[in-house]
DNA sequence: ATAAAGGGATAACGTTGTGTTAACCTTAAA
DNA sequence: TTTAAGGTTAACACAACGTTATCCCTTTAT
């Protein structure tokens, strides 16, 4: 099961029970983000938009069935998957959080292991959608490049690049480590017949290096580039 | 939430459990069929072929695991829905379950009324996805889009757009995030032959905008055109 | 038939930002 | 030190896109 980039917000007031279900999360792949009460896990959820929201009952400034019914309410969350995780365990409880429009309902105490078992569960029930299979999205690292979506990604802050800059970084990008010599890049990326300026590609390169923020493009002298880390 | 000719086949070797879920079960809309052991199970998922199967899993000839992970191997039973309904309420076997390929793990005993919950809850997870599917009805963040009724809701609010404009922002929406180019879209909407000017996307594309008082579209230069929130 | 309304395309003009170059600076190897 | 290769910066030209007004055409109501 691919769970890269599936976001799961947990919220819940006691800090010991989000630290344990994040590591556990974060060990199985997914990005975790966290709120301490019922408000600031409605803010979170519109600033990051989950695949899954992991909700605790009993919370400060509003309890999570609120926080489920409201989000509900919104276009944006009518389908994203909820599952409470509650000390509250006696059957009218759990069918309320179920009315509210809750996908699962999950008693404390819970084993970590368990917990991943049911989010893995939802997820395989629903996540049958996505990922078509061999698109050309780049993941070196840190850096994801995805020329469908023409973002890319480091460290998972999106880095805006122009066309050139784009089509020069999925070159090098495309054998990471691999040098390309100085007419192989104006070759692939400028095409066959198009004559520039010497420094043009070293303007490119050094945009790059300044929008990505990182070293990963390495000067070989008197042969050409390479991505690299 | 229609629960009309929605079939679910219950197994289990307790008469007494079977009679109250199957009348539960069936108060609700739904049409049940019963089984009392692992081969029963078998036979009549092949002969029924149920939107949802309640497996006990300590069953004479075949358990509840055994019928799960042969149904699983079998296409036409990939995607039905499986919950185990079983007294073995320890971690291992909750995992195993789900490793299995079960959609939900309830302990007995357990209320009609809880189980009620849990099974209404996995149909309206999964009718949802079938709905996307189906008939058309696109749904990105606050914006949802749909093509029986001609109708763009921002936020709960009705947009009117004009057939161009709603053909256009259906392309795009239908594949949130990706990038169609200039090209694409001209033969997506405008088709093959049809010879436009260079101006006239970007008219649609501003008008859009505007109507929907949203910035949903982004511009990639010299490339084309993405929804994204 | 005629008027009104609105969709759709286009031209003309304004705006933005990309791609490129030139000029100058820095580094590393012989 | 010398020198070739690349780094850096700013400035410019132009292509690509945004915006607006207008025209033509179809539809709809009177």
Redesign the pocket.
């Known amino acids: 099961m691919d769970t890269k980039g599936k976001k799961i917000l947990i919220a819940d007031d006691e800090p010991d029970i989000l630290e344990i279900i994040q590591y556990n999360l974060q060990a199985e792949g997914y990005t975790v983000y966290t709120a301490k009460d019922g408000d600031e896990a409605l803010q979170r959820a519109k600033q990051v938009n989950p695949d899954l929201i992991i909700l605790d009952i009993m919370m400060p400034r509003k309890t999570g069935t609120e926080v489920c019914s409201i989000l509900r309410t919104q276009p944006a969350f009518k389908d994203t998957l909820i599952i409470f995780l509650t000390a509250l365990n006696d059957e009218s409880s759990q069918v309320r959080g179920f009315d509210t429009g809750a996908d699962d309902y999950v008693n404390k105490p819970i084993s970590p292991k368990l917990l991943l078992s049911r989010v893995n569960a939802l997820f395989r029930r629903v996540g049958k959608k996505e990922e078509g299979g061999s698109n050309g999205i780049l993941t070196v690292g840190n850096v994801v490049i995805d020329p469908v979506k023409f973002i890319v990604e480091v460290d998972d802050n999106e880095v805006?690049l122009?066309?050139?800059?784009f089509e020069l970084l999925y070159l090098l990008a495309s054998r990471p480590g691999r040098v390309f010599l100085?007419n192989e890049i104006l070759n692939q990326v400028?095409g066959n017949d198009?004559?520039?300026?010497d420094?043009?590609i070293?303007?490119?390169?050094?945009k790059i290096?300044q929008k990505l923020g990182l070293d990963c493009i390495t000067?070989?002298?008197?042969?050409?580039y390479k991505f690299d880390l």
């Open positions: 805006s122009a066309k050139k800059e100085r400028w198009v004559i520039v300026g420094r043009t070293d303007v490119h390169i050094r290096r000067t070989v002298k008197g042969v050409g």
